[in-house]
Nanobody, 123 residues
Framework: QVQLVESGGGLVQAGGSLRLSCVASGLAFSVTTMGWFRQAPGKEREFVACINWDGGGATDYADSVKGRFIISRDNVKKTVYLQMNSLKAEDTAVYYC???????????????WGRGSQVTVSS
């Protein structure tokens, strides 16, 4: 059974930082491309970032987070991270990690999803 469990969310002031973690079990993590998405209240879920399976390879980001967020992974720990810096009020959302089914970047389609971690940025 595949499980993705996010952690690290919370309340932070604008300009601050948070690091999200997503621990995977039940899948071949080291050969699985992973992604982060978010969903703000009243809005559709949107792509945030993705990282290729080999870790040191390709990454892609939504324009709204480029230069502020960094996605990384540790294949030994079966964990993908999202370092979020210079946070803005508009980054407030539930953040989800997902394993890739198809696609890349904005076309990333997940096959397994975590339950999400709430990030709230106060202005």
């Amino acid at each position: 059974q595949v499980q993705l469990v996010e952690s690290g969310g919370g309340l932070v002031q604008a300009g601050g930082s948070l690091r999200l973690s997503c621990v995977a079990s039940g899948l071949a993590f080291s050969v699985t491309t992973m992604g982060w998405f978010r969903q703000a209240p009243g809005k559709e879920r949107e792509f945030v970032a993705c990282i290729n399976w080999d870790g040191g390879g390709a990454t892609d980001y939504a324009d709204s987070v480029k230069g502020r967020f960094i996605i990384s992974r540790d294949n030994v720990k079966k964990t993908v991270y999202l370092q979020m810096n210079s946070l803005k009020a508009e980054d407030t959302a539930v953040y989800y990690c997902a394993s890739r089914r198809t696609g890349w970047g904005p076309t990333f389609s997940g096959n397994y999803w975590g339950r999400g971690s709430q990030v709230t940025v106060s202005s």
